[in-house]
């Protein structure tokens, strides 16, 4: 039994995905004695209603000079972030004479760069050294720290308060949730806006993608648990707007407390998630299952393929597929290297099951019977790319939100 983050009651994971080592800790043989690893184990809080992980790596651990996530990545992700700031835009700064906006853990500066652009006033917050000093480099005004009540007092006198603060992917990473909502608070303008975006717990439980499930992803937010969650630091939700991003996520807006009118859109989702039972703790009991059963069906295909004498290779060094490698016990004999075009991922192995990462030509060059796509999330932009392979006869596999081949 442990604390819930968010409110202090006692609250017990309903399940265990075993020991995992740190999503993005890919690594070199010489490394990997003393790789680090830890009980991966999801709780629901009955009286909060939030979802959370009960013991999370350091933070040092995770988030470091070596941080082997950069968003831009992706073509299709830096279209979703222009959308993003362009909304913010126009919903919120065009009538602002000095507008400032504030991006909490801003990576490389996908989006902020579209406010850099501009020449609006703009900070990034990014605690990852190498990450932040790429995101300089492309003229984004970015600091390196951990966001707080303490950064926050720090940046507000330095810059004075923000108009909006913005986080993609970042909230649900922070495990001090209060500390963050009262930095939020702090520099904040009364009149501001705070605005994040995060894998949402509707799909995750709807896609049995428990892959969303890992070290640096400590809570998976619903639009219940965010409106409590924030509302003890005087924020206030007031809309939401789902995200075909990350496999299935939801963009929260929060605001000072009665400073703006809440969209029915609030009240609509708080419906549509009870009635999904996201509030009611027998659900989970229903997800673990569903986990189970999806772990067993893709490791019958897997098993069958490597007896059968099948090349099978993945796709994506992605966090979530850490979660999925090592729950379900994914290992070299089956996929024989993933293809990832992150530099820095490349010529290393695997978190826990050491499975070598390669640059797509060696996808490419030799293709496999069966691609893995562990970057699930990604299919569309993936299968448009990939059409030789697939045109050629490739098959694919996927497992959310079931264990398939396809075409
Ligand atoms: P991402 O979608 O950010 O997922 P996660 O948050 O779980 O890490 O990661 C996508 C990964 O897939 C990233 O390492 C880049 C890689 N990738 C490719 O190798 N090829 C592609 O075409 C795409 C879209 C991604
Ligand atoms: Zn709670």
Known sequence: MVACRVCGEDIRPFMSFGQMPIANGFLKPDEFEGEYFFELAPAFCDSCKMFQIIEQPEAQAMFHENYAF??????????????????????????????????LGSNDGIMLRNFAAGGTHHLGVEPSANVAEVARQNGV????????????????????????????????????????????????????????????????????????????????????????AFARQGLELIDVQPQTTH???????????????????????????????????????????????????????????????????????????????????????????????TPIKQGKSTPGAHIPVKPHDAFSQSPPDYALLFAWNHQREIMA????????GGK????????????
């Open 396 to 407: 694919w596999i996927t497992y959310v939100p079931k264990v398939e081949i396809f075409p």
């Open 70 to 103: 950069f968003s831009s990545t992706s073509k299709f992700m830096q279209a979703h972030f222009k959308e993003f700031a362009d909304q913010i835009t126009e919903a919120f700064l065009h009538d602002q004479a000095s507008p400032f906006v504030v991006e």
């Open 141 to 228: 005004d970015t600091i390196s720290t951990f966001f707080g009540e303490a950064a926050a007092k720090e940046i507000a006198d330095q810059h004075g308060k923000a108009s909006a603060i913005l986080a993609a992917n970042v909230m649900c990473h922070i495990p001090n949730i209060h500390d963050v909502a009262r930095g939020v608070r702090a520099l904040l303008a009364d009149n501001g806006v705070f605005v994040f975006e995060d894998p949402y717990l509707g799909d995750m439980i709807e896609k049995t993608s428990y892959d969303q499930i890992y070290d640096e992803h400590v809570f998976i937010f619903s639009a219940l648990s965010v409106s409590d």
């Open 247 to 341: 496999g299935g996520s939801m963009r929260y807006t929060l605001a000072p407390r009665g400073s703006r009118t809440v969209s029915p859109a609030v009240t609509a989702l708080f419906e549509k998630e009870r009635s999904l039972g996201l509030h009611r703790p027998g659900t989970y009991d229903g997800f673990r299952e569903n986990c189970e059963a999806s772990r067993d069906q893709l490791m019958t295909l897997l098993n069958r393929l490597r007896d059968d004498g099948k090349r099978v290779v993945g796709y994506g060094a992605t966090s979530k597929s850490t979660t999925t490698i090592n729950y379900c016990g994914i290992s070299p004999d089956h996929v024989e290297f993933i293809s990832d075009t």
């Open 385 to 392: 790319n990939e059409l030789e392979y697939t045109d050629a």
